[in-house]
């Protein structure tokens, strides 16, 4: 595990809901073509932590934050940066699969042909057919690219929104907890797939649960009441925590 | 009997359930009896209108009776039954058909309101001798009812057989148009405004308590408003279609931002956040994705609004539309009148006739409400998609 290069770091995240504080100075490095995987109990924190790092938090009224988040050493908070711009390079999965209501072609061309990224015609096509093959999903669907796209099954269309986030080309894929609504064969097939896709991109993942991070994740991240508890190596976190509430947590005691 | 499961009151508790249950099933049966009663009294006192009867008598014409035309007809004899409108538009049907000049035939006229509302079975001042006569006359087949081109043909008059819808249907469509072009953009941006872009703040929910509350003003007073600001400030020609549309539109636009807000929050804020995920902008979001979605709603509100707005009365009294309109107006800006303003205009003439046609305004304008209705349903259902 060396030669590792910093993509995301936080120094110092703090973050208020109107009064309430939900992170108490969080800082963190997070590597390049790594799966780093945020675990904790419900309301730690890891969630909006993870909203931080592509300003999904911007679009909530009340909300402060300070600190510092910045990718490649850029600051993704600084003055006269787009959140818009910052959302492009940080690509974002959801917990519930949510496709557009549009065709399969329509949900990955949408954004990049609004991004300029394409012309319409045959470039477009070979983004779209690119993008489905890197999600795993091209070979079922590519008789049916016009057809709608919420008529495929939970997990296709869990496969769906990360062929179109990766169709955009991020830098950084976000995930909030992207199997937890999916049936086991669904996960399995996400989790093989995410551990394809960190050779292209750097992927941060918040799950429930444990065993997953412990499959997939390189580096895990524990968080307890806007504490950032610890972070190492997924597997010196599972066999050997250093703090004791991440030792209560992995076995059970609580959470 | 088994007494493990015996509970005293049981008997009591069902019978109060069993006798709500029959209280609302009145209550329904009431509504339904109401709306049926109406409806029939409607079909059964309008349905005569929608023909007109027609006699043949004869029609002298010649230089003299061609410049005044009441002498063509024998006065005595055949006066009575002759409407007045028909002997006043000789003149032009004899520039359209000259060959008629120095003619003494029979010729088929339209009857006067009492012949037709004794044919028709209904009160009539005719007397015993006109009546006799009538009888011969229908017995040698000069008496025919026709179906009544005039009343879709033309617009109001003081002669109950010559009074048309038309002129208040033509007015109703433009005054919609107005409506509709004024009333549907407006809403639809004030509510994409205040759902989509506006922040969470004491001034928008003062203005959205105000908006909920515009929706149950009494509609006069949109008129009146309409009267001191459209015409009395901005000078807009009264009675015209588009200060009744402008006034309209005032009164649909609550309706239609209630209901588009109402579509636009149904829409899974999932989708937006999809959106924003995406890095794009909250107007392609909104117009690629929301949009779309909100759509049906949309339309259903804008219809619904729409709708009542073609039946609304009141706030039009205050800028002239309840007025009497003989002529299909031809712009915007010429006086008119609508539906319902005509339907309580005729409402209130002396002659029995007009009765008929009141209901069967009634009839028209009912049916055009319910198909304006249908179409929102199946647009709803149309665009309705699923995920």
New interface residues.
């Given amino acids: 595990m060396n030669k590792m290069t910093i993509k995301v770091k936080t120094d110092k995240l703090k973050l208020w809901y109107g009064d309430k504080q939900a992170l108490n100075g969080v800082s963190l490095d997070i590597y390049e073509n790594k799966i780093t995987a945020f675990i904790g109990p419900s309301g730690c924190g890891k969630s909006t932590y993870l909203r931080c790092l592509n300003r999904m938090n911007d679009l909530i009224d009340n909300v402060t934050i300070k600190g510092k988040v910045t990718l490649d050493g850029h600051d993704i908070y600084a003055n006269g940066v787009d959140e818009v711009a910052v959302r492009k390079k940080v690509g974002m999965v959801f917990q519930q699969p949510n496709p557009f209501p549009k065709s399969i072609y329509d949900n990955i061309a949408y954004a990049p042909l609004m991004h300029d990224m394409v012309k319409k015609g045959k470039e477009c096509d070979a983004l779209v057919e690119r993008a489905l093959r890197d999600a795993g999903l091209w070979e079922e669907v590519k008789d049916k690219l016009s057809e709608s796209g919420t008529a495929l099954s939970g997990g296709q269309q869990q496969r769906l929104c990360i062929a179109r986030t990766i169709a955009i080309e991020p830098d950084v894929i976000l995930m909030d907890e992207p199997t937890s609504a999916l049936d086991p064969i669904s996960t399995q097939n996400i989790e093989n797939l995410m551990t394809k896709l960190k050779e292209k991109y750097t992927i941060i993942v918040v799950t429930h649960n444990m065993q997953q991070a412990a499959r997939i994740a390189d580096m895990t991240a524990f968080f307890h009441l806007g504490n950032l508890i610890e972070y190492n190596e997924t597997e010196k976190i599972f066999v050997n925590p250093k703090e004791e509430k991440t030792e209560q947590y992995i076995t059970g005691k609580f959470g | 009997m088994d007494n493990y499961f015996h509970i005293p009151q049981l008997a009591r508790r069902k019978a109060k359930a069993k006798r709500f249950k029959y209280i609302t099933m009145m209550a329904l049966m009431a509504s339904v009896a109401f709306l049926l009663f109406f409806l029939s009294d409607m079909i059964i006192k309008g349905h005569g209108a929608f023909t007109q009867t027609y006699v043949k008598v004869p029609v002298h014409i010649n230089e003299k009776t061609a410049k005044f035309t009441h002498l063509s007809i024998e006065r005595k004899e055949y006066g009575f039954m002759v409407s007045r409108a028909w002997l006043r538009g000789l003149k032009k049907t004899l520039k359209e058909n000259p060959q008629w000049m120095n003619t003494n035939q029979e010729r088929w006229t339209l009857a006067n309101s009492n012949v037709d509302q004794f044919i028709k079975g209904k009160y009539n001042r005719l007397k015993p001798k006109q009546i006799q006569k009538i009888k011969q006359m229908q017995k040698d087949g000069k008496i025919e009812r026709r179906f009544n081109i005039i009343f879709f043909k033309k617009g109001d008059s003081k002669i109950p057989e010559f009074s048309g819808f038309m002129a208040s249907i033509m007015g109703t469509v433009m005054t919609m148009i107005i409506t509709m072009l004024i009333a549907v953009p407006l809403g639809v941006m004030t509510a994409v405004y205040l759902e989509e872009f506006a922040?969470?703040n004491k001034f928008t929910q003062i203005i959205e308590v105000n908006i909920n509350n515009l929706a149950a003003i009494p509609s006069i007073l949109f008129g009146l408003l309409g009267l001191a600001v459209f015409i009395n400030f901005f000078g807009v020609p009264r009675s015209s279609p588009l200060v009744g549309g402008m006034t309209l539109a005032l009164m649909s636009l609550p309706v239609i931002i209630v209901s588009s807000k109402a579509a636009l929050k149904s829409v899974?804020d999932?989708?937006r956040?999809?959106?924003?995920?995406?890095?794009?902008?909250k107007w392609?979001i909104v117009r690629?994705?929301v949009l779309?979605?909100a759509m049906p709603g949309m339309l259903t509100g804008a219809i619904i609004a729409l709708a009542q707005a073609m039946g609304e009365t009141a706030p039009l009294i205050m800028v002239g539309m309840i007025a009497f309109i003989p002529d299909i107006s031809g712009s915007f800006l010429d006086a008119t009148t609508v539906m319902p303003a005509q339907i309580f205009t005729w409402s209130g003439m002396p002659e029995r006739a007009y009765v008929e046609r009141t209901a069967a305004g009634i009839l028209v304008l009912l049916g055009i409400l319910l198909s304006l209705n249908a179409v929102a349903i199946y647009l709803r259902k149309k665009y309705t998609?699923?995920?």
């Fill in positions: 922040k969470d899974p999932s989708i956040q999809a959106g924003f995920a995406l890095g794009l902008t392609q690629d994705h779309p979605l998609r699923t995920w």
